[in-house]
Nanobody, 115 residues
Framework: QVRLTESGGGSVQAGGSLTLSCAAS????????MQWYRQAPGQQREMVAQ???????SYHDSVKGRFTIDRDSSKNGIILQMNGLKPADTGTYYC?????????WGQGTQVIVSS
């Protein structure tokens, strides 16, 4: 069983930056990919960014050029660097690990961007 814990959310003004962190409870082996998702109030959860085991990254069109996903070896997890934040980025951000042993989610961290 892998436990994921997100941190780093908060309230910022438009144009600001935040860095989200996802820490895993154990070293992850046999993974397929890790992702960041977000869910705005009243909206479906959507994938924001992904990094696979080869280090290949992909992003939702709305965050390309502003967000960067990367591995965080010190926490056995990933980070999401978010720059140029917009009110539309407001939501709860979740970390997901797709492993051969199963699919794991964190509890989420809230991001609020004010105009």
């Amino acid at each position: 069983q892998v436990r994921l814990t997100e941190s780093g959310g908060g309230s910022v003004q438009a144009g600001g930056s935040l860095t989200l962190s996802c820490a895993a409870s154990t070293v992850i082996y046999g993974g397929k990919a890790m992702q960041w998702y977000r869910q705005a109030p009243g909206q479906q959860r959507e994938m924001v960014a992904q990094i696979d085991t080869g280090g290949t990254t992909s992003y939702h069109d709305s965050v390309k050029g502003r967000f960067t996903i990367d591995r965080d070896s010190s926490k056995n997890g990933i980070i999401l660097q978010m720059n140029g934040l917009k009110p539309a980025d407001t939501g709860t951000y979740y970390c997901r690990a797709q492993l051969w042993s199963g699919d794991y989610w964190g509890q989420g961290t809230q991001v609020i961007v004010s105009s």
